[in-house]
């Protein structure tokens, strides 16, 4: 079992809707980190954090250290958005580990 | 506005060539990784360098060295390619060893024959 498990692996959305991705992990952390990963592969760091919430723009992304549980959402999507998101968590005493990532694609 | 710079952004090898994959930076960062990312699999870590002269496996090592001579560069080299190193690279930076946000490269795009 994957330490650091994501949902939906593949979502489908039509322009304008709330958007929520989930990222659940199973030992304590220090931190956990959001990425976007675009179509021909480059790799951008969104947020990083280790309590309480974060707000981008239309990007809003909290965590619950209780619940081992971190959410990414995306209000008002567009297909600019369409991309892979990534939730990679900073293990206590370990390196980043990385979820397998959810395919978001927002249609027109 | 360089941030993290990867080369060559393809390649493809035969079986038992070598090569290296070249990673810099110029963000004065301590930390420096490298990943590869498979269909299906989240990134692994290959190899990561905490600070300059350091180097530490990672999940996946065999088959690979580093070498992090310089603050500014990391880099990865394959001996013997093998067609199971197929695969998508990406090298990243960060201040310090995952604590701090993470800046990723292009990606290399390999495929061993």
């Known amino acids: 079992k994957n330490e650091v498990e994501q949902s939906p692996q593949n979502l489908t959305a039509q322009e304008g809707e709330f958007i929520t991705i989930n990222c659940s992990y199973s030992v304590g952390i220090s931190a956990l980190h959001w990425l976007q990963q675009h179509p021909g592969g480059g790799i951008v760091s969104l947020f990083m954090l280790s309590s309480g919430k974060k707000k981008h723009g239309r990007l809003i992304a909290t965590i619950n250290i209780q619940e081992k549980h971190s959410s990414l959402h995306i209000t008002a999507s567009h297909p600019r958005d369409s991309a892979v998101y990534i939730c990679?968590?900073?293990?206590?005493?370990?390196?980043?580990?990385f979820g397998e990532g959810t395919q978001l694609t927002v249609n027109p | 506005n360089a941030g993290v710079t990867q080369t060559p952004k393809f390649q493809v090898l035969k079986t038992g060539q070598s090569m290296t994959l070249q990673c810099a930076q110029d963000m004065n960062h301590n930390s420096m990784y490298w990943y590869r990312q498979d269909p299906g699999m989240g990134l692994r870590l290959i190899y990561y360098s905490a600070s300059e002269g350091t180097t530490d496996k990672g999940e996946v090592p065999n088959g690979y060295n580093v070498s992090r001579l310089k603050k500014q560069n990391f880099l990865l080299g394959l001996e013997s390619a093998a067609p199971s190193q197929t695969s998508v690279y990406f090298c990243?930076?960060?201040?310090?060893?995952?604590?701090?946000?993470?800046?990723f490269g292009q990606g290399t795009r390999l495929t061993v024959v």
């Open positions: 990243a930076s960060s201040y310090v060893s995952g604590g701090s946000e993470a800046f």
């Open positions: 990679a968590a900073l293990l206590r005493g370990s390196r980043l580990t």
